[in-house]
């Protein structure tokens, strides 16, 4: 079936590094994505979108990227901090959100 | 603020004992949706009101009801409780086909 998923279950890196978390999806009508930030013990805090007719879109110190041949996604965080740390899951909203098995980044002073 | 909120924040029922999740919103959004969230998982999605509308997903059991009185408020009611039931439920809203905001969640426990 449809699915999204991420590659990777925890992502550790130190203060300051570059942080890259991976997504991929399957459905090829999906034609919009969300990458959402959960806390433990909060919901999801929306972090960025983008839509099938883009290949990058750049938020502040987020930037995410799709390459939609090889159906994939990825969040890139530049400078993470320890606030950072939570899991991140990526979404695809072809008619309502799914969202993938999410990946953990532990951020470390 | 514009927000979603969710009543109570913890939830505790009996096996067997019927209970309702509430979540109102001040976004005027149209959609709203209901997510189950077990430990270390991701967010499920068990139905949603595209307005009026409700939209069933296929898997969600049929001990999961919802209403929508208005464009405000929507209700889970969970009619009979199983332990497989104690999860984070999570509300969420949405302006068409955007994405969606979500509230602090309800986490349900059955005993």
């Known amino acids: 079936g449809e699915s999204v998923g991420l590659h990777l279950p925890t992502l550790s890196v130190q203060e300051g590094d570059n942080s890259i978390i991976n997504c991929a999806y399957s459905?090829?009508?999906?034609?919009?994505f969300i990458w959402y930030k959960q806390e433990s013990g909060k919901g999801p805090q929306f972090i960025i979108d983008?839509?099938?007719?883009?290949d990058k879109r750049q938020g502040q110190r987020v930037t995410v990227l799709l390459n939609k041949t090889v159906k994939h996604l990825s969040l890139q965080i530049a400078a993470t901090q320890p606030g950072d740390s939570a899991v991140y899951f990526c979404a695809d909203h072809p008619r309502t959100l799914t969202f993938g098995k999410g990946t953990m980044l532990l951020v470390s002073p | 603020d514009a927000m979603v909120i969710q009543n109570p924040r913890y939830q505790v029922t009996q096996f067997g004992k019927p209970v309702t999740l509430s979540c109102s919103q001040t976004?005027?959004?149209?959609?709203m949706y209901w997510y189950q969230q077990k430990s270390s998982q991701a967010p499920k999605l068990l139905f949603h009101?595209?307005?009026?509308?409700?939209?069933n997903e296929a898997d969600t059991p049929d001990n999961f009801q919802s209403r929508r009185p208005n464009t405000s408020f929507c209700f889970l009611d969970i009619r009979s409780p199983g332990l497989g039931d104690a999860a984070m439920y999570l509300c969420?809203?949405?302006?068409?086909?955007?994405?969606?905001?979500f509230g602090p969640g309800t986490r349900l426990t059955v005993t």
């Open positions: 459905n090829s009508a999906s034609d919009y």
């Open positions: 976004l005027n959004h149209n959609v």
């Open positions: 969420a809203t949405s302006r068409g086909g955007g994405g969606p905001n």
């Open positions: 009101y595209y307005d009026k509308d409700f939209n």
């Open positions: 983008i839509r099938s007719n883009m």
